[in-house]
């Protein structure tokens, strides 16, 4: 069944300002950090924030599963045929931090695809959506422009997105044995990905096994709409099949041109240097 996912778009962009402007009344209270497992923070903002867009998702679509980052994994959910993922604010510690690298993302997978993507940004307002097929579009100051990735295939012409609160002495010697001349930081997997889809960065690279399907799905929705490419590390799709909630083969995100090039320069890079040994395809 083709629909054009017009009207859960629109759902969706509005119960995402609704989850940022929650998430922006805490920001400069006295809330209490609380760690779960793994030692990730979740504050009172991600919670509340998490129950307002699941308790939204299910009035507007009873027939749907919703996945979130705050909540226990509906059963059912790898038989779905449409399965709502959130995180519910990306990049806590950066919330935390009080600088303005957090965002609400929410994504539709469809039969193991993501099919949509919003990724909102609280303090800045800014609106970043994909919908299969229909291009992908940033909102910024109030002006709606679409996105395209970079055409960019020289390696000396690269800049890779990076994390702020993960970014160790190891990775930045990976990136400079991969040769990309300029790095930029930012918390919140889905802004490094907008980051891709508007041309200020061209890769995103995460070799840690550790980010979850809720990282990935709505990002991947909008970047591939923009012309870029996802992948795991062996170059295989990213799994939206429920079977497991991580991303355990790593991700990398890139302008759809460099892909294939980085993907085999890392595969080396990472059996050479961390004998990290990846099941190429």
């Known amino acids: 069944m083709h629909t054009d996912l017009h009207h859960e778009l629109n759902i969706t962009r509005t119960i995402a300002e609704q989850a940022g402007h929650i998430i922006v009344s805490h920001y400069n209270t006295d809330y209490q950090v609380h760690m779960k497992a793994g030692e990730e923070p979740v504050t009172i903002a991600d919670r509340q924030a998490s129950q307002h867009i699941v308790n939204a998702l299910q009035q507007a679509f009873p027939n749907d599963l919703v996945l979130s980052e705050e909540s226990t994994v509906p059963k059912g959910v790898s038989q779905s045929h449409r399965v709502w993922v959130i995180d519910p604010m990306d ?41 299969k097929g229909q ?17 960019h295939s020289q390696m000396d012409e690269l800049c890779i997105a990076v994390s702020r609160s993960h970014l160790s002495q190891e990775l930045i010697e990976l990136y400079q044995r991969m040769g990309i001349p300029r790095m930029l930081q930012s918390g919140s997997v889905g802004l490094k990905l907008a980051l891709i889809a508007q041309q200020v ?24 709409e923009a012309g870029g490419h996802t992948s795991d590390l062996s170059g295989k799709p990213l799994d939206y099949s429920f079977e497991q ?5 790593g991700v990398i995100a890139t302008n759809g041109v460099v892909h294939q090039k980085l993907l085999s320069l890392i595969q080396q890079l990472l059996e050479q240097h961390y004998h990290h040994h990846i099941n190429r395809l």
């Open 135 to 151: 291009g992908a579009f940033a909102r910024q100051s109030g002006e709606v422009r679409q996105m395209h990735v970079s055409k």
């Open 201 to 224: 960065c061209d890769v995103y690279l995460n070799i840690s096994g550790m980010t979850s399907c809720w990282d990935t799905c709505a990002p991947e929705a909008i970047l591939r």
């Open 245 to 249: 909630l991580k991303n355990r083969d």
């Open 91 to 131: 990049g806590t510690k950066e919330f935390i931090k009080h600088n303005n690298e957090f965002s609400v993302m929410i994504g539709l997978v469809r039969e193991g695809s993501p099919v949509l993507g919003v990724v909102y940004q609280p303090l800045t307002e800014h609106l970043y959506w994909g919908v």
